[in-house]
């Protein structure tokens, strides 16, 4: 995989679920999971895109260890939502796959990077 396509990816994963984000309901609950993956699903491409830039090898591991981190939250708040719907929604399927996908790939680089 090119660099490239991962900056593509993240920034596509971020723009779905704050769209995905719109269809929820407005209660207190799902307003603070809306925050939450809103913030978590964004800073993924942008702490990736940061790395692009890193001044040292640490500093681009270290971007990409956050990145890493809010992947694994975004899917921790996208399980939720699964959880709490009561019945099959595609797109929240496809973006908990996705999540998964990106926190795979990220764990990787940390780890060819070690």
Partial sequence: MRENDLLGRTFDFGVRCLKFLRTLPNT???QII???LGKSSTS???NYEEAQAGSSKADFKN???????????SNY?????KALETQSNEE????IK???ELKNILASIINKLN
């Fill in 77 to 81: 708040w996208l399980r939720v939502l």
């Fill in 44 to 46: 993924i491409g942008a």
């Fill in 92 to 95: 929240l399927d496809s973006l």
């Fill in 98 to 100: 996705e999540s998964m």
């Fill in 28 to 30: 207190s609950e799902y």
């Fill in 63 to 73: 971007k990409v260890r956050i990145s890493l981190k809010e992947a694994r939250e």
């Fill in 34 to 36: 809306k925050y939450q």
